[in-house]
């Protein structure tokens, strides 16, 4: 390759390498022998994700800027025609400051919205909730030992912040929890009998 000034700006290494570089720091950019392009290193990432290696010795990463109504997305496909150029992908929606996910085909599954709310299929989050789900088949929690979900109140005064449901051993229980979250009382128990207690 020819060039017009002292500084090769563009070189084929010996070893099939597509080298570019700027004001005589060559290397900005590779292009290796099997199409895969590192910048700002000379390694290639993992060998399932490495047909694009950007690297820096600090904070490394990569913009997309759309316009202040528009959308920045990224999209991954299995064909070149129809729903299989976009199965599945993510888009951040500038119009009204929201994340969405989606998959098979375009569908979205999951949205952030600008205050921070999940919806899970759904796209309007409940304003007086964290996470919206909404789906026939429910929620599923599940644990190794045991399944617990803790509920705790900021500013409920003391001994007046914490309490959990939990499953161990078949049993359902109420519980609250003092502000030490070690000391735990049972105030209902459902067996698998059906039989309930309070404590």
């Known amino acids: 390759f020819s060039h017009t000034s002292s500084v090769n700006d563009l070189v084929i290494r010996s070893n099939n390498h597509l080298v570019f570089g700027t004001g005589g ?38 913009t997309i800027r759309s316009g202040s ?25 500038h119009n009204d400051n929201s994340m969405r996910f989606f998959t098979n085909g375009g569908n979205e599954r999951l949205r952030i919205d ?24 429910g929620i599923s929690l599940t644990g190794s030992t045991q399944t617990r979900l803790v509920m705790t109140h900021q500013n409920g005064g003391t001994n007046l912040k914490n309490f959990d449901i939990q499953l161990s051993d078949g049993n359902l229980k109420f519980r609250s929890i003092l502000d030490n979250n070690t000391t735990v009382t049972e105030r209902l128990n459902l067996t698998p009998a059906g039989t309930t207690f309070v404590k």
């Open 114 to 137: 600008t205050n921070g709310r999940f919806g899970f299929g759904t796209n309007s989050p409940n304003t007086f909730a964290l996470a919206t789900f909404n789906d026939s088949n």
């Open 69 to 93: 109504s528009s959308s920045g997305r990224l999209f991954f496909s299995d064909g070149t025609s129809g729903a299989d150029e976009y199965t599945g992908g993510f888009e951040y929606a």
């Open 25 to 62: 720091n060559q290397g900005r950019v590779r292009i290796d022998s099997s199409g895969r392009m590192q910048i700002g290193t000379t390694t290639e990432g993992v060998s399932n994700a490495d047909d694009l290696t950007i690297a820096t010795s600090s904070d490394t990463g990569i």
